[in-house]
């Protein structure tokens, strides 16, 4: 097995350069790299390196490019897909014991951004970033969306992972629906309640809104209703902003329409038990993540085919924002292996295989070019509008869930709040209560 | 200073050192299964009290806060409220499968058409893998595409919500348990039915004993030892059960069928708060081995004697 070590005199040229590029951002860091020494997949051949991911069509896309991987690069991929929430628990114990049996890590940076930050996981790839040897010239960088980079960044500049995916809350809408009933789609969020109000025929068994009423899974709702005030859950600071006039308008917007119009049985429902009311004609809106638009254009799994309106999330009475929940690619700081690493993480981000993403319908791609690709627009049964209202939602986008450590317990304590809203409580008790519940929490967390 | 022997009194063994040298042989033998068992229990154990007296944190800090974890838990409504929901799951899928259980032994053991087919047709829930179970009755209970209130709608009757109702969320929980677990009681006390004697009967029928009274008076008592051995294995199943809860309702709506082991799972798993759900586990262990200590002594009283 070829093994390649780098020379002292390397490492201190490379320290030398790290040290200068910490305090400038990715971008800049990248357009460096590409005056440097030449660049060769071939470098690292004969290594092995573990790679873990997380169970979803995504992961089967990167799976079945390593075989490539291999051919360009020489370099053997292991990888292993785990359902999501049981790979969060093995990424967070793995990466606490200070050895993890993974290289690279699929991160779900909405969940874990801080937490990776404060237990100092990942490696910084800005000197591998500038190291003209270590990254291809077609890498790039400024071709990742700022929603994707932005979760993938931490406050001090650090590039912890490379953005894979990002997912945009939008309003999928029954078109037929909204014709026979004379609606057009709602312009604000008053005009979705209204808008719900006329669409729901009890009846025909067909309600006007449909959204998750599950604990913890329905946090985003209501945080997508909060963004339209302009404002989110934590402040940058990091005082909690969930007992504000905004949050409980938030709340009384989420109670208002999974009480009035939203089928029953609402309060249990996670996104499966929404998109099956959806794809039956059952619910004329539902507001949830762009990566429904596959099942919903299938004719085996869906009655809606050709009927889906895909809509940014309207305006709110002060913004309108998309909630935005976003994955990325990182490489663990005690890897052994980091060239052989980067090279995966490169390979498997680079604007084929984000197109890929795109291409099969397993969501949406963090890269813009993808998005660009006239013959993928044309070819997608998604329609254009489906495009357009990625590329909208991206101008709007704005975190869905707070950067803290513990956003497990704050979905889960909020979301608890949110089901007893549903159940009939009054969304400012039950905002002031969980508040006050989760504020020990919160300081305890960054505290530690 | 040898004693005096007494005449009549058992002598002391001839060779105490020899039994000393067996007793440390011995030693050897058990030794394997001392050392897996004190690896394997005693140790987790162990670890276990000397975490729940910690606020420990996965990423590896960790304090010492004494008994401060299990003081928390007594204020902590949700813990609380979690732990009778456990006894009011525990007690209606213990009671309901046991009742429907021993009826169903009861049937099975007569001779009529079609026995032995029926009969493996009633046993085949206990064969299925509860997660798959789970999320065959998940989409039954769909409140708007579920073939349960298609199948009620057919008789006029209104749809209900089963697990999407807080009201209604632990009775519907318990029909999947009882659904899948009453086959288990039938068999265990078809196995006690199978070996009761018959001069009981043949001596009841000469004294003009009706159906019932053979029912009061002899089946039951005979059988009753079957039904406690049931009763212990239901009891302790019913109050660890987490799969169906975690597939189907996920402790919700809100916190409506959050069981002890759910709030386990929750604060171990989920946030991480490792002394905290250890105290959980001290005090559902605890909960557990007294319930066990009590079927077991209750089934002992109801064992046949000579």
């Known amino acids: 097995m070829t093994q390649h070590r780098m020379s002292r005199r390397r490492i201190l040229k490379a320290g030398a350069a790290a040290g200068l590029l910490s305090a400038l951002p990715a971008p800049f860091v990248a357009r460096f790299a590409l005056g440097q020494s030449a660049f060769d997949w071939k470098r690292f051949k004969g290594e092995k390196i573990d790679v873990l991911l997380v169970k979803n069509p995504r992961s089967d896309l990167m799976q079945a490019a390593e075989k490539e991987f291999l051919e360009l690069t020489g370099i053997t991929v292991s990888s292993e897909q785990v359902p999501e929430q049981q790979q969060r628990q093995k990424a967070m114990i793995e990466f606490s014991s200070g050895k ?83 609606v057009a789609y709602p312009t604000s969020m008053d005009e979705v309640y209204t808008a719900a109000q006329k669409l729901t025929d009890t009846s025909k068994g067909v309600y006007g809104f449909v959204s998750r009423g599950l604990k913890n899974a329905n946090v985003p709702v209501w945080t997508s209703w909060l963004l339209g005030q302009g404002v989110e859950t934590v402040s940058k600071d990091g005082k909690l902003l969930t007992d504000t006039p905004e949050a409980i308008w938030a709340g009384e917007q989420y109670k208002r329409m ?59 009475p002060k913004a309108q924002h998309s909630a935005i929940f976003g994955d990325g690619l990182g490489i663990s700081r005690t890897s052994t292996k980091k060239g052989a690493a980067w090279f995966y993480v490169q390979f498997i981000t680079n604007k084929q295989n984000q197109l890929n993403i795109l291409k099969n319908g397993a969501g949406s791609p963090a890269r813009n070019s993808a998005f660009a690709n006239q013959e993928v627009v044309r070819e997608s049964k998604f329609g254009k509008q489906w495009f357009d209202c990625v590329l909208e939602s991206a101008k ?31 969304p400012a008790a039950e905002l002031k209560k969980a508040t006050e519940t989760f504020q020990p929490v919160l300081q305890k967390s960054e505290q530690g | 200073m040898a004693a005096p022997a007494t005449p009549g009194a058992r002598q002391a063994p001839a060779s105490t050192p020899y039994v000393y040298d067996v007793t440390r042989k011995y030693w050897l033998f058990i030794a394997p299964a001392t050392i897996v068992v004190g690896l394997v229990i005693v140790f987790p154990w162990i670890f276990t009290l000397w975490m729940s007296a910690h606020e420990w944190n996965v990423t590896g800090d960790h304090a010492f806060v004494a008994l401060a974890n299990y003081k928390k838990l007594l204020t902590d409504q949700r813990f609380l409220d979690s732990m009778w929901r456990t006894f009011w799951f525990t007690l209606l899928a213990t009671l309901i499968p046991i009742v429907l259980g021993v009826w169903a032994a009861l049937v099975f053991h007569r001779e009529f058409p079609f026995r032995g087919i ?41 749809p209900f919500a089963w697990v999407y109702d807080p009201n209604t969320v632990i009775p519907t929980l318990v029909l999947v348990e009882v659904w899948h677990w009453t086959p288990l009681v039938m068999l265990i006390v078809l196995g006690g039915l199978a070996g009761l004697p018959t001069d009981p009967y043949e001596a009841a029928l000469i004294d003009g004993a009706s159906s019932w009274q053979m029912f009061r008076y002899i089946t039951w008592p005979l059988i009753l030892p079957y039904v406690m051995i049931a ?15 975690a597939v189907i309702s996920q402790g919700g709506p809100g916190t409506a069928s959050e069981t002890l082991n759910y709030f386990l799972y929750l604060q171990a798993f989920q946030f991480y708060n490792l002394g905290y759900a250890s105290a959980v586990v001290v005090i559902f262990f605890v909960i557990i081995i007294a319930l066990s200590l009590l079927l077991l002594y209750l089934r002992q009283r109801t064992k046949w004697t000579d």
Not at chain 1, 166 to 179: A, H, P, Q, S
Not at chain 1, 264 to 293: H, K, Y
Request: with cysteine; charged share 20%.
């Open chain 1, 100 to 182: 993890p049996t993974f290289d690279v890590a699929h991160l779900s940076m909405h969940v874990q951004k801080r937490l990776s930050e404060k237990g100092n996981w990942l490696e910084d790839l800005r000197p591998m970033l500038a190291d003209g040897s270590l990254t291809t010239p077609d890498l790039d960088f400024n071709d990742f969306g700022k929603a994707g980079l932005n979760f993938c960044t931490a406050a001090d500049g650090k590039q912890n992972a490379i953005p894979t995916f990002v997912d945009y809350w939008i309003l999928y809408y029954n078109k037929e629906l909204f014709e026979q009933k004379g």
């Open chain 1, 258 to 316: 999974n009480r009035e119009f939203a089928p029953p049985g609402t309060v249990g429902f996670n996104w499966n038990e929404c998109q099956t009311s959806f794809a039956t004609g059952r619910a004329a809106m539902w507001l949830d993540g762009i990566g429904f638009a596959t099942p919903l254009e299938d004719p085996s799994k869906s009655k809606v085919v050709g009927k889906v309106g895909y809509g940014v999330v309207p305006k709110g």
């Open chain 1, 396 to 426: 709007v986008g704005r975190p869905g869930l707070p950067v803290i450590i513990p956003v497990t317990e704050f979905r889960d304590v909020f979301g608890v709040a949110l089901t007893n809203m549903i159940s009939g409580a009054d």
């Open chain 2, 118 to 158: 029926l009969r493996t047709v009633f046993v085949m829930p206990m064969m299925a893998t509860p997660v798959a179970i789970a999320l065959v009755w998940t989409m039954m209970f769909h409140p708007q595409l579920g073939v349960l209130n298609y199948l009620l709608s057919l008789v006029g009757i209104a």
């Open chain 2, 231 to 245: 009763l212990v294995i239901r009891t302790i199943d019913s109050l660890k059960v987490f799969d169906t809860i």
